[in-house]
């Protein structure tokens, strides 16, 4: 079965992005995290098996952690390069 | 007899344990390492070298036995790819070097400077601007490798390697710079400095008790070559993509690297030919209005008397490491780890440019070791260029790895996707290309040398037909 792959960028409450992204390494699905300047604080790539896989992540992991102000997710269509 | 034995031995078991951990690293991703070993493959040319000059007189000859087996060699390789996929064509992916052999045929039919028949009855047609192509980049390529062989003879391997690979290197950035290309900031700046430093440490080091006209032809034969090889360069550089090969390599993504890699080997061949038969021209003309007693008329002669022994010649093992082990394994390598590049940290043509270093340090053990050339230098100062030479990896390293990285988030206008995506697939600049749903359409990642490069790229896309919205995100760091 094809994986899914998916991008979330997130901006975090000031003074806790240390602490957000100890939080992010923990999770196995996550695969990188940068960090960005700009219009968002974190770009996250995550890989998951079903969709389902990616909802549990988003509702019970990520949206549990204080510090996270909002997110948004993008499902990776293809990668050309 | 044994010695020469003993040495094939080592020659062989060192080539082809290289090749075999320059393909596995290839299969694992670890591109970098197969780059490490193009460069000690290349380095290693000298050694036959050695042996060849030994039996044959003329350079000339091996000059052209390396073209006539180089081509013999990619001619063979691409023959065995149209086998392999006419027979294995079910299983076109082998993983474990990642290559197919899908595309050779359409490639051959591509780049052939003769086009087939367009209907049953016309001639064939020959492409003009593809043979003036080839033939300038032929004639550039044997005069190149040609007057490298006079300087080794002349000069000396080591001088040659190390001098010819400062030049170059300070030469290249200066064009890059002038077609502002490249920007020149303080670490950069140090390297080539640095670089000049090894440059004159070398020439220094290099004991000349007088001038003789040898010597004189060997300086000369090292400037030609640096800057054909410059030329040569620069050409090889300006082949892009056309249109129709875009857009086709789009219509199959997932495939586009065993495209491009087909498209090299089939080019590299035919400009391996066309190397032959520059250089056949050349002496031809030189043979038809000798220069009464210069060095090159009498090489001409020799090499057309060597010639008539062809048979005798091609025995020569020596003859067949020198094409196929050292000039078709490492281009091939070289083509591999550029096609399935994947690291994220740093580009290809990063790495090529960190580890091209290993060529003339390679250059400089095969000279000491078996060219016992140590006699003709200063130990110490060599010793000296040689450190300095290789601390530039460092250098080098840390500038790249220390280069402006981002990633760009992509609003793209109906039906200009398609468009948009063939334009930003051949930018070196974009290691990432991704499709997305929701706000945005496509992410890139990118590295860029300095801000004022970054700012550019930025101000074109915005200005491009295709975006709607450019969003950017400077990348500080990765984690996990």
Redesign the interface.
Known sequence: MALI?A?MVVNINPNEMKNV?KQL?SIKE???????????DL?IEIIVEQMEDLNDLIVEKIDLIEAIKST?????????? | MVEELFSILIFNSLTVTLLIIALIANGKKLNYITILITAILWGLMPWPFFHLTADINSLFTIAFLRFFIATIGGFLFIFISLICHRYFRRKSKWNWFQYSFQDFKTQITNYLPISPPKTGMSKRQVKVPYLVYYLLLGLFYFITILFYFYSYQNLGVIFTAIINMVATTIFIAGWNVLRKQESIDSIKFTYLLILLVAGILTIESLVITEFTELIVFGIISLIITILTWVIFIILSGADDYTQAEKDRVLSF?DRANNFQMSRSMVKLTLFFLFSTLTLLLFAVILKAFPVAGSIMSDQINLFFIELQNLLTLLSNPWVWFLGIELTVFPYFLYFLSQNNWSSRSLKWNQWVVILGAFEPLTSIFVGIFVGQEAHKYNLLLLLLATIILASTMLLRYYHEKNCLKS?ILLRVKQGRMKNL?TR??YNPN???????????DV?LRTLFQSNHLLKTFIEKLKGLDSTLEV??????????
């Open positions: 792959k991008l992204i390494q996550i695969k990188q995290i940068s960090t960005v300047a700009g219009i968002y770009i948004d997710t993008f499902i990776v269509l293809k990668d050309y390069k | 993504t990633i995506l930003l697939k974009i290691v990432e290309i991704k499709t997305i749903t929701g706000q945005y992410v969003t950017n995100l400077i990348e500080f760091d990765e984690k996990k």
